[in-house]
């Protein structure tokens, strides 16, 4: 371990970013393994205490750093207050929603839902932000729509795992990103908001005698507790990479958590992916490289105008250092 962290701190700041943001999509893909091994516990339980667990890490994080300087601010601010709970709600939705998907079986479907969420958020600049689409980026959107139609008609309703999942995420991202609070603060304000109902519905379990923590195993009693490690460890990575690596680089390793969780949901959990399911993916997949090429034109023309010298030059910045 202390080599591997005299390594990464020998990198350049971009070389650990592009490090850091594939550590983080990588666990992020492995997230179906995690979370089918929590079962019998039902989804509802299961993210009380990823919620519960969480507060408790980041509290601990936020208490080696001295850092509780931002919560008086925060509780006088009732506009910033009301954004945090807006995003706390909305990230709820989104774990509640993964972690149903993972554990009925639709590890596919839920990976569905984060290949499409890049062009939701397009979706949702046009909407909400005012922002205006080059024609390539309404050419993707459109062959996003008829992927979902052929879901649709494949699955015989709507995708709405992964329908979910895209717009309870891409909304969180627009939320987040206006609130603009550090990471660690972030979640920790958005986790203890949720933590008192999560609290409370633990205990209701309890009473209930319905609760499986504590008493199935004690590895799924030590999983279960983890679940807040699990949860924070990635964010704070992709915290730490998204403030070293260009935005169209971050654009490009998030397909890394959906790939792998596709192959998790096909290989290890061997869903099933017919013909006309399969059709649908590969529309959606047409529809990002259409995205992420228009991206990476777009930056390097931005790039060019910034400096006319960098015209000859190759996007290093855009994709990761081999």
Same mark, same amino acid.
């Given at each position: 371990m202390g080599v591997l962290a %005299? $390594?990464?701190?020998?990198?350049?700041?971009?070389?650990?970013? *592009?490090?850091?943001? %594939? $550590?983080?999509?990588?666990?992020?893909?492995?997230?179906?393994? *995690?979370?089918?091994? %929590?079962q019998p516990s039902p989804p509802l339980e299961i993210l009380a205490h990823r919620i519960v667990w969480s507060v408790v890490f980041i509290s601990l994080i936020l208490a080696g750093m001295r850092n509780w300087r931002f919560l008086p601010r925060l509780v006088r601010d009732r506009k910033l207050l009301g954004g945090v709970s807006l995003a706390a709600l909305l990230i709820a939705v989104n774990w509640a929603t993964y972690i149903y998907g993972v554990n009925s079986d639709r590890v596919v479907e839920t990976a569905l839902g984060y290949f499409i969420t890049p062009l939701l958020l397009v979706v949702l600049g046009v909407t909400v932000q005012r922002e205006r689409l080059t024609v390539w980026q309404w050419t993707a959107v459109g062959i996003g729509a008829v992927a979902v139609g052929v879901l649709t008609v494949d699955y015989g309703h709507l995708p709405y795992i992964a329908l979910t999942l895209a717009a309870s995420f891409g909304s969180y991202s627009l939320v987040k990103k206006r609130l603009k609070l550090p990471p660690a603060e972030g979640l920790f304000v958005e986790s203890a908001v949720l933590a008192v109902p999560a609290l409370g519905y633990l205990v209701w379990l309890n009473v209930a005698g319905k609760a499986e923590?504590?008493?199935?195993?004690?590895?799924?009693?030590?999983?279960?507790?983890?679940?807040?490690?699990?949860?924070?460890?990635?964010?704070?990575?992709?915290?730490?990479?998204?403030?070293?690596?260009?935005?169209?680089g971050i654009g490009i390793l998030q397909y890394v958590a959906p790939i792998l969780q596709l192959a998790c949901g096909v290989l290890i959990f061997h869903e099933p992916l017919p013909g006309p399911r399969l059709a649908g993916f590969a529309l959606v997949w047409v529809a990002l490289i259409i995205f992420t090429v228009d991206g990476l034109n777009g930056a390097r023309k931005r790039r060019t105008v910034a400096d006319p010298a960098a015209a000859t030059a190759e996007p290093a910045t855009t994709l990761p250092p081999r």
């Open positions: %005299l $390594t990464v701190w020998a990198m350049g700041e971009e070389r650990r970013g *592009y490090l850091y943001g %594939l $550590t983080a999509y990588v666990l992020w893909g492995f997230f179906p393994i *995690y979370f089918k091994l %929590l923590f504590g008493h199935v195993s004690a590895g799924h009693t030590v999983l279960m507790v983890l679940s807040g490690i699990a949860t924070a460890v990635p964010l704070l990575l992709f915290a730490a990479a998204a403030n070293r690596v260009p935005l169209v």
